[in-house]
């Protein structure tokens, strides 16, 4: 998964990928975790650059958020 052309705007993140030779546009919304090591970008729309379809399947969607919530320790207490 190759991600490029990251452009945020306040709370959005767009972000293209490319997944199986297929361009995408993803916009992602921030949200401060729920709990310290919580989802911090919920998907908020995607998209084929080339067929304006959304046809990707619920794995490959699950892969993409993986990949951009990192696991941080959002509890400040500890440090």
Known sequence: M???????????????????????????????????????WILQSYANKLTGEKDLSKEQIEEFLEIINAKWNWNMDDF
């Open 2 to 40: 190759e991600m490029r052309d990251f452009i945020l705007h306040i709370d959005i993140l767009s972000v293209e990928v490319k997944i199986d030779g297929n361009d995408y546009r993803f916009g992602v919304r921030w949200k401060a975790p729920d709990k310290p090591y919580g989802e911090t």
